[in-house]
């Protein structure tokens, strides 16, 4: 019986493929000598490649066939599996299971990505169906706390005005307003052997906290940057939640990212709103808001502030129309089309708030977020 021959690229595919696997042992390893193997085929049970590319604020969208998270790719050559268990970036040759990807995503150790993991799937997961283990249970690690010994500050007058310079904006009238709410504070924070003077956006709950640097730098990865560095998440806490509620804010305005939500408060400031209006910051994560945001919602009059991107205008409908579906009244303020005060066109609403923009152009851009809102 003949037999088809195999093509001359097969043997090599192979190979590759056996290349990509022996590249990835250091992080199988690392994971089969945890403490905690139970917990973590839990987690990885519950927590998809998605939902950590989501998690983290990573750029694009994941697909089974997309643009690289981690670096510059015009031409996708990033897949994830149909399962969402397993991504294979083609044109670097790596490739693994969710802990591989978030220590890609991070930049960190496979101990830190392990406790990230962890972290991102809840800590101690519901049980599953795993093989048994060999040996005793062992305690499960503290989970990823980035705020634990940080010292964090109000801004001093000459943080506020080079955060001000930073973005650009024709006041710093909206951050000495965050900084009063609790929600703008100031702390050194170290970064991969690095300490960084770093902005941080946060409410009194300290449950949810985001940090940016100061020198408007991203912070550095293994294999790309990122803007934002998470130091603590609690998705039934974004931050401003706790200011809404603790000051009742009758109207809330929902945006995505710190920047955005700085420019919300910069508006509520220029529109002469600021104890009525409440924001809320939260993540590109296109998932609807949990039920513990939303009965802390109810009986507000909510906007969601839309990005122009395609995955900003995702991210927008996934939080209104939950918010909607609880019957609590929303809407969403578009951004697409608008310009800035130079004439190029706007991505967000910090964006639409950078310079030339004069202090009576702003309290026009107010009256066109806020409109109705307060009604």
């Known amino acids: 019986m003949n037999y088809p021959r195999k093509s001359p690229g097969a043997s090599t595919h192979r190979a590759s493929q056996i290349s990509r696997v022996t590249r990835n042992r250091s992080v199988n390893t690392a994971i089969w000598q945890t403490k905690n193997r139970d917990q973590l085929d839990a987690a990885k049970a519950r927590l998809t490649i998605p939902d950590a590319w989501r998690a983290l604020v990573l750029p694009g969208e994941p697909r089974r066939t997309c643009c690289s998270p981690f670096r510059e790719d015009r031409h996708p050559s990033f897949s994830i599996s149909s399962c969402g268990r397993l991504w294979n970036d083609f044109a670097t040759g790596e490739g693994g299971d969710v802990v591989s990807f978030v220590k890609s995503a991070t930049g960190s150790t496979d101990a830190e990505a392990i406790r990230r993991v962890l972290e991102l799937a809840g800590g101690i997961t519901s049980p599953v169906a795993l093989a048994p283990r060999h040996g005793p249970a062992k305690p499960v690690p503290a989970p990823y706390d980035g705020l634990a010994g940080l010292d964090l500050q109000p801004p001093t007058l000459r943080e506020v005005l080079a955060l001000a310079e930073l973005r650009d904006w024709p006041t710093f009238a909206g951050l000495e307003l965050a900084a009063s709410r609790g929600l703008l504070r100031f ?175 702003l309290e026009q851009l107010a009256a066109d977020v806020f409109g109705n809102l307060l009604k």
């Open 187 to 361: 702390s050194d924070v170290k970064h991969r052997g690095e300490t960084h003077r770093a902005w941080i956006f946060t409410d009194a709950d300290r449950k949810s906290a985001q940090a940016r640097r100061l020198d408007g730098e991203p912070w550095a990865g293994e294999t790309h940057t990122f803007k934002s560095k998470t130091l603590r998440t609690d998705p039934d806490a974004p931050p401003g939640l706790a200011d809404v509620v603790a000051h009742n804010r009758p109207a809330v305005l929902i945006c995505e990212g710190e920047a955005d939500t700085l420019a919300a408060l910069l508006l509520a400031w220029a529109g002469g709103i600021v104890g009525k209006v409440g924001v809320i910051c939260l993540t590109g994560a296109s998932k609807p808001l949990p039920l513990a945001v939303l009965e802390k919602l109810r009986g507000r009059r909510c906007r969601v502030i839309r990005q122009t991107d395609p995955a900003g205008h995702k991210a927008a409908l996934a939080w209104a129309e939950s918010i909607h579906a609880d019957g609590i009244v929303v809407d969403l303020a578009n951004l697409d089309g608008r310009t800035r005060a130079d004439g190029q066109p706007a991505k967000d609403l910090a964006d639409l708030c950078r310079r030339p923009l004069e202090l009576e152009n």
